[in-house]
């Protein structure tokens, strides 16, 4: 089981990679990075302070700053006042950040079908299933 454990582990981590260059490939179409891409996901349905973003993706609050700012500066993303904490404004996607981020969510669907045409959607739910509690006990650890 031990041996099974691990070997499950590798093949996430391979998967994993697999999947990160392959969002690199996909964000690129439009001109951005997996990360950009990433950012822009987080803060589309609300407008969201940076270290709650940072949490959502697992990375540091001062990754995401940085990204923020260059979203900012690119006009993909805006500034705006949070009224409960005026030292961490809110970070909303700008009209470009939409249409740029429903650029690259179509190329991802494209790209995911491609990639799963031959896994059958039972298996792809029984893989999500047990990926749900593994990260869930590993969130308990």
């Known amino acids: 089981m031990a041996d099974d454990i691990a070997l499950l582990v590798a ?12 969002g690199e490939a996909v964000a690129k179409t439009a ?24 949490r959502r993706l697992g990375v540091s609050r001062q990754g995401v700053q940085r990204i923020a700012n260059n979203l900012v500066d ?4 805006q500034w705006a006042p ?10 909303m996607l700008t009209p470009d950040g939409r249409r740029t981020l429903a650029a690259i969510t179509d190329r991802s669907w494209a790209a995911h079908r491609a990639l799963t ?15 749900q509690r593994l990260a869930a006990a590993v969130r308990q650890i």
Do not use: C, F, M
Request: hydrophobic fraction near 45%; proline fraction near 6%.
């Open 31 to 54: 001109g951005q990075t997996q990360a950009r891409w990433q950012l822009l996901s987080a803060i589309s349905d609300d407008a969201t302070p940076v270290p709650r973003a940072a």
């Open 82 to 91: 949070n009224p409960d904490h005026r030292s961490s404004p809110l970070l």
């Open 11 to 22: 093949d996430i981590y391979e998967a994993a990679g697999a999947l990160r260059k392959s």
């Open 74 to 77: 690119d006009g993909l993303a």
């Open 117 to 131: 045409s031959d896994i059958a959607e039972a298996d792809i739910a029984v893989a999500r299933n047990v990926l």
